[in-house]
């Protein structure tokens, strides 16, 4: 760079940096003037916004154009992922127990097993297997029967218990009117 007029003189790649980081030349100023953002900040929020499945666009047919091409990559993406570990990997069957709405893992014994029980049915038997292990009576016992009785202090049910009476007490409000 050499000093021309009190100003800097710039060499082309230099101009061209500079252009790309969103400056602008003027000549009658004799400087560089920053006019909008630079590439590769526009291409980094690009970037991103692919990885949320976000289409950057300027123009409508240019948005319809990259919506197909990223809906293809999409579904080409997820279609191997599912050939390569679908076929692989057993599927569990789960179920949804309608008290708790929580998931539960559904138990599959072969039928074949309650005959090993000495005649027990096979639905016994399969039910019986799924069950989680019950602790030692002896290890309970020696702990007490106070630890027994208490229930298992959960704070969500403690909370929906709260907002029900609180909801039940305002009925009776409101039928009092």
Sequence with gaps: AALRDGMVCLDGT???????GGFHYDKTWNRYLSVREAIWEVERRV?????????????????????????????????????SGGAEEEQKKVEVDPKTDKRVKVCSVALVDGADRGGEKP??????????????KSTSESEG???EAEPFFN????EVKLLQGQAAKLRAAIARR
Excluded: F, N
């Excluded at 230099?14 to 790309?20: A, C, F, P």
């Excluded at 579904?75 to 599912?82: D, E």
């Excluded at 704070?155 to 403690?158: F, N």
């Design 123 to 136: 639905e016994a038997a399969a039910q019986e297997a799924c069950l989680p292990p019950t602790p030692d």
């Design 47 to 83: 970037e991103r916004g692919w990885r949320q499945l976000a289409v950057p666009a300027r123009t409508k047919q240019e948005y319809i154009v990259e919506e197909d091409r990223m809906v293809t990559r999409l579904i080409k993406r997820l279609r191997a992922r599912t050939a």
């Design 14 to 20: 230099s101009h061209d940096q500079l252009r790309k």
């Design 155 to 158: 704070p969500v049910m403690q």
């Design 145 to 147: 029967s106070a630890s």
